[in-house]
């Protein structure tokens, strides 16, 4: 027992004497061999050297406390309970958190340089006769939660993007991290490259202030480096899923804000949940970003407002959609992978369309669901078709087919004062257009058809197809294609609105929808090149495309001149 404590104390010893003697200048380089010149500067400029840590094993309080007297580590901070290292330390050696007694003590040291510097010690009590000698001896083999921390000076994006980028080009690879509410501080932390000097195998840049967005890219590289814990979080996607729907269901967003923290009693009261279960609930979601947990409670950030009641541009529709019909589907995608048939309709024995139709608090629901992605509708009534249709004397009609509930062609009407507008929509669909049209006064400049595809009226000046082609597969496509080729005037012009999946295989939301609309819809997303085939095939032709919000596009066609052909 003595050798382990004289071997923790001449460690400890080691480590005061490392704090004493090394300053940022001289430090960085050892840890990042070959940084040098001005990105040493550059470093130097923004970080400075703050502590080293090391882990102990006493057996108990008083040993600690004589260990660090004997290394002239006086001070009254007294030794605080460490959570993370006893959570690593639990998984990495297999024991249940609860047996492991970790402290943490600061002790101020100052610098050959006059720097005040700290010495962390985490301390995990080992009684006399304890099983956890073994988990002394492979810690100090191993050395894990040994670090040396930085501070980063008036820490910006740019910077700490910069420091991020530096740290990777010298071979330092991201090793988790996390955000302190209680401190409002960021750290980041690296593991040292193989070839690093100085004894210390892991870096802390500690940030003052909330950094998360950073931290969640650090975090994603560190995440790709460990494949079974990125397997796990993939495979409880639906977990995500579900506690964002519940949040949504129960209020919860509508009962909170982002200025001022709720307690938990407080807001169950309020949404007549379950205190306990609602604070698990609560810091899952706080995991995933919706919510903040501050010693005074819970709060709302931006990603979590969006889940309000009627905020602007509100996505609770959407998250009781994902959480509700199309969770249940999504269930049945293996079947839709091995027979083709559409797994919501084998689930609901009937087509979406259909059944939300039959049920008004659905297609309400669904109407608001897609009201919920219009962002992506934002610039189109400055597409120049309509700009130029806008300026047309006598003015102009925009067709817009299977309109939904109005929301693109009421854009389109507001910003063009001389347009005149027609929605054509399933009987159902179509009053609800009406109100909403009316609501906004728009209602006298746009006239409203209950029909389908084949009733498409002919005159108009641009036709609209929004959300629409990707519902069906290429026969009905070509169908629907056909009868706005046969509708249109030669000089009108057609936008068709679709999320386009990527030719080059980068990333894209496309690719994901069109997961969603194979499994519950029966239609399918589709690259340019493929639009452009559908087109032709019904006498159409495609002019132009131009990126919208959202991963979508807007297609520009044209009827095709028949001299061409
Ligand atoms: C995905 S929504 C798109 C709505 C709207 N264009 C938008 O972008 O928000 C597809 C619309 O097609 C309509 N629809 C489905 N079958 C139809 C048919 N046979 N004739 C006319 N409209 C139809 C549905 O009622 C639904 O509103």
Request: contains cysteine; charged residues 25%; proline residues 5%.
């Amino acid at each position: 027992m003595i050798t382990t404590l004289s071997g923790d104390t001449s460690r400890l010893l080691a480590t005061v004497d490392f704090v004493k003697e090394q300053d940022t200048a001289t430090l960085l380089p050892l840890l990042l061999p070959g940084l040098d010149g001005p990105e040493l500067r550059a470093l130097v400029e923004h970080c400075r050297f703050s502590h080293a840590a090391l882990l102990v094993f006493p057996s108990d309080e008083a040993e600690l406390e004589a260990m660090l007297t004997d290394c002239g580590l006086v001070g009254v901070t007294p030794r605080q309970p460490s959570v993370v290292v006893r959570e690593r330390l639990a998984v990495r050696h297999r024991r249940r958190a609860a047996e492991l007694d970790v402290g943490i003590v600061r002790r101020a040291v100052v610098g050959a340089d006059g720097a005040h510097r700290m010495v962390e010690v985490f301390a995990l009590t080992v009684p006399p006769g304890s099983d956890l000698d073994t988990v002394a001896t492979r810690e100090r083999e191993r050395q894990h939660e040994t670090h040396v921390g930085f501070d980063v000076v008036a820490p910006d994006p740019l910077v700490l993007r910069g420091l991020c980028a530096t740290f990777a080009r010298y071979g330092a690879t991201p090793d988790g991290g996390g955000y302190n509410p209680h401190e409002d501080g960021t750290v980041f932390y690296f593991g040292a490259p193989a070839e690093a000097k100085g004894g210390y195998g892991r870096v802390e840049l500690y940030v003052p202030g909330d950094h998360r967005d950073l931290l969640a890219a650090h975090l994603d590289e560190h995440r790709a480096r460990q494949p079974a814990e990125t397997l796990l979080r993939l495979l409880t996607g639906a977990w995500t899923t579900q506690a964002l729907s519940t949040f949504a269901q129960l209020r919860v967003p509508d009962a909170m804000d982002g200025d001022r923290a709720v307690g938990v009693e407080d807001l169950a009261r309020e949404v007549g949940a379950r205190p306990r279960n609602l604070t698990t609930l609560l810091r899952y979601l706080a995991m995933l970003g919706a919510v903040t947990e501050g010693r005074d409670g819970f709060r709302l950030t931006g990603t979590g407002a969006l889940l309000r009641d009627g905020a602007p541009g509100s996505m609770r529709a959407l998250a009781l959609m994902y959480g509700g019909p199309f969770y249940d589907s999504f269930a049945g995608l293996g079947h839709t992978v091995r027979t083709g048939q559409v797994a919501f309709e084998h689930h609901f024995g009937e087509n979406h369309f259909d059944h939300f139709a039959r049920d008004p608090l659905l297609a309400e629901l669904f109407d608001q669901s897609m009201a919920a992605g219009a962002a992506m509708f934002d610039p189109v009534p400055a597409h120049p078709v309509l700009t130029a249709a806008a300026e047309a004397s006598g003015g102009a009609t925009v067709v817009d087919v299977a309109g939904g509930n109005g929301e693109l062609l009421g854009r389109i009407l507001t910003a063009h004062p001389r347009l005149r507008g027609v929605l054509l929509e399933r009987p159902h669909a179509v009053e609800a257009a009406r109100a909403r049209l009316d609501e906004a006064g728009l209602g006298a400049r746009c006239a409203f058809l209950a029909g389908d595809f084949a009733d498409l009226p002919a005159g108009g000046d641009v036709y609209v197809l929004s959300r629409v082609l990707h519902d069906w597969d290429d026969e009905r496509c070509r169908e629907i294609l056909r009868h706005c080729a046969r509708a249109m005037p030669d000089h009108a012009d057609l936008l068709v609105v679709e999320r386009v999946l990527p030719s080059d295989g980068s990333v894209s939301l496309a690719t994901a929808w069109d997961l969603h609309m194979m499994c519950n819809v029966g239609g399918r997303e589709r690259r340019a090149e493929h639009y452009a085939r559908l087109f032709a095939d019904a006498g159409l032709t495609l002019v132009d495309r131009s990126p919208l919000p959202l991963d979508g596009h807007v297609l520009h066609v044209r009827k095709a001149d028949p001299t061409t052909e």
